[in-house]
């Protein structure tokens, strides 16, 4: 069945740096993909999508390209703030309104 | 964003008590209402999926008589864990989705740890 496979954590960064998040996933055809991000005592937030091959969603300076050559939907971003800090889930479009997760993945920016 | 409300946050029960959780939508109205179970460092596993009105379809392997739902209006639905057993300690999180096509966003509820003693 289809499935979404996201890096563990927690990843631990310092203000500004580089981030990414790593996603694959396995399906028939080629479903719609997201991330989700996940604050502090508050709920899911659709964070950005895509979908179809190659179109990329952007939000909030994070990016992520949809890549069906290599099944990838990785989570970037190029500067990260103490904000940013929450957990991060990868998820695919399964169909008849199902929504596939990844494990979520946390991450922790300091000062 | 939508906002979808759960209550309780947090809910400590014995075994073999039942517990209701309740999912509203604030100022929206949610025609199809999800619910989903996530344990520790593992994905969100969709548990049915209710539409105002009618029964919950459930996934494979949910418990239908042990897992109540009931989506009474367009803006609230709940579930009851029925003879609760500390291995339906989880953390128990609903969505909610505005209109009828399937591309229609779900607004989650910040979910609800549940632990049965």
């Known amino acids: 069945g289809d499935s979404v496979t996201q890096m563990e954590g927690p990843v631990t960064l310092s203000e500004e740096a580089f981030l990414t998040i790593n996603c694959t996933y396995t399906?028939?055809?080629?479903?719609?993909l997201f991330w989700y991000v996940q604050y502090p005592g508050e709920g899911l937030q659709l964070l950005l999508k895509?979908?179809?091959?190659?179109d990329k969603g952007s939000n909030k300076g994070f990016e992520a390209t949809y890549r069906k050559e290599t099944t990838s939907f990785h989570l970037e971003k190029g500067s990260v703030q103490v904000s940013d800090s929450a957990v991060y889930f990868c998820?695919?479009?399964?169909?008849?309104?199902?929504?596939?997760f990844g494990a979520g993945t946390r991450l922790a920016v300091h000062p | 964003g939508a906002v979808v409300s759960q209550h309780p946050s947090r809910v400590i029960c014995k075994s073999g008590t039942s517990v209701k959780i309740e999912c509203r939508s604030l100022d929206f109205q949610a025609t199809t209402m999800f619910w989903y179970r996530q344990f520790p460092k593992q994905s969100l596993m969709l548990m049915a999926t209710?539409?105002?009105?009618?029964?919950?379809?459930?996934e494979q392997g949910v418990e239908k008589d042990k897992f109540l739902i009931n989506h009474a209006s367009l803006t609230l639905s709940t579930l009851t864990v029925t003879s609760a057993h500390p291995e339906d300690s989880s953390f128990y999180i609903c969505?909610?989705?505005?209109?009828?096509?399937?591309?229609?966003?779900?607004?989650f509820g910040p979910g609800t740890r549940l632990t049965v003693l």
């Open positions: 969505s909610a989705r505005a209109g009828e096509g399937r591309y229609n966003e779900q607004f």
């Open positions: 895509a979908t179809k091959a190659d």
């Open positions: 399906a028939t055809g080629y479903p719609s």
């Open positions: 998820a695919l479009d399964g169909g008849y309104n199902k929504l596939i």
């Open positions: 209710s539409n105002e009105g009618s029964k919950a379809t459930y």
